[in-house]
């Protein structure tokens, strides 16, 4: 019988997080197989923030555009704009943001290869066999049966993902916001009001009863989604009447894009013995914001250096390090966007008095510069307490909307 071919690491997943796990495997010398389905891309705004690109050496050239300022709508249509001080948030393609860092990974020394994941097993000394169907090309042909031995496995295949489902018990308790865009050519003559350094952010139960819609600027072409997890909410209606109010209901679609979003981070991230998850599959899309590319990033940078002590040391308890770190960094943010979604999204007065407290500008500069470098800022204790005091009024009915 012909020996299986054997990695250290086998990632299953080629978006941000996998890719980004398995360029830090490469770096660190062991051997990598970057599995992706490929063919496919997630919905998503394409938002990334300065943190982001200085972490992670992001070239310019992947920004399709800069958006240098933001735009709330409330229910009533009130419009609240947010300009970004002293620097810009990112705008990314997927298709190609994605690509560049699979080919990063491959040219830190991974193994690339198209097909779609099945199932774990083990062989007789215990070592995890990684089952898929391979392809030459993406969604060509039926596929062939292919076997792989895998020293330690990421899990990196998203929400719902298999390998989590296999290998982690409170994979299955999840819940999910689920969201559609639709990647839009921007218009040659441009409707009133638009503005290409800016993103919207609609906050209207029209448009989505439990989270919000966007319009987001991506150079020659724009991103115009919604999500909720109301299942009966028609998500493809909704931004059929939010291109309407945009002024963009004539333009040509490009492509449409649909995927759950986890709400929360999972209990656990591993199997206790050679699987870790990362990205979407580990649970990590940011309440309230839905902002996902950064957190899968960090988490695959995580999930890589669990499995490299694993390896190093054999202890399978160097597992827990990906989740364990990664709340010590970000559970804090997780918790309070948690409970705003939870409270200012609930209804549409709520919505109204969300978008009036961010007329403030302590609001606006602090939101902006926790959103920008990944921390709760405290350089401005008084702000904070300012903040808080308005918050209280807007909770009791005491400002005027």
């Known amino acids: 019988m012909e020996a299986l071919e054997t990695f250290d690491v086998v990632v299953v997943g080629g978006g941000p997080a996998g890719a980004t796990a398995a360029h830090e495997m490469a770096k660190n010398g062991h051997s990598v197989l970057l599995l992706d389905r490929a063919g496919r891309i997630k919905p998503c705004g394409g938002a990334i923030p300065p943190r982001l690109i200085k972490d992670f050496a992001i070239p310019d050239h992947l920004l399709v555009a800069k958006a240098r300022s933001a735009r709330m709508i409330a229910p009533s249509n009130h419009k609240v704009d947010i300009p970004i001080d002293n620097g810009f948030v990112g705008m990314v393609d997927r ?13 830190a020394g991974a193994v690339r290869r198209i097909g779609t994941f099945e199932k774990l097993s083990r062989d007789s000394d215990g070592v995890s066999i990684v089952h898929f169907q391979g392809r030459d090309l993406p969604q060509r042909g039926e596929g062939k049966p292919v076997q792989v031995r895998a020293r330690s496995i990421i899990g990196a295949d998203g929400a719902k993902s298999q390998v989590a489902r296999q290998s982690v018990d409170c994979a299955h308790d999840t819940e999910y916001v689920f969201a559609y865009h639709e990647i839009v050519k921007a218009p040659a003559v441009k ?5 290409g350094s800016r993103c919207d952010v609609y906050y209207q139960g029209v448009l989505s009863p439990d989270f919000y ?42 492509r449409r894009e649909g995927a759950p979003l986890p709400m929360k981070p999972l209990k656990r991230w591993d199997n206790g013995r050679d699987v870790v998850l990362a990205g979407d599959a580990a649970g990590v899309v940011a309440p309230a914001s839905g902002e996902g590319i950064y957190y899968a990033m960090v988490g695959g940078q995580l999930a890589a ?65 926790s959103y920008m470098n990944k921390q709760l800022t405290r350089k401005k204790p008084m702000a904070h307490v300012r903040i808080f005091f308005k918050d209280m009024a807007h909770l009791l009915g005491m400002a005027k909307v």
């Open 191 to 195: 409707p009133a009001g638009y503005d």
């Open 305 to 369: 250096q669990a499995a490299h002590q694993l390896l190093v040391t054999g202890d399978a308890r160097s597992l827990k390090l990906a989740r364990k770190q990664f709340m010590k960094l970000h559970r804090t943010v997780f918790t309070v966007l948690g409970v705003m979604q939870w409270f200012w999204y609930s209804s549409e007065k709520r919505r109204e008095r969300f978008v009036k407290i961010c007329e403030d500008r302590d609001v606006q500069q602090l939101t902006f510069e």
């Open 213 to 254: 819609g966007w319009v987001f600027p991506h150079g020659e072409t724009l991103s115009i989604g919604t999500g909720s997890a109301d299942k009966g909410f028609s998500l493809r209606g909704a931004v059929g009447q939010l291109r309407q109010v945009a002024g963009l209901g004539e333009v040509e679609v490009l």
């Open 95 to 107: 298709a190609d943001f994605d690509e560049w860092l699979r080919e990063r990974a491959a040219r």
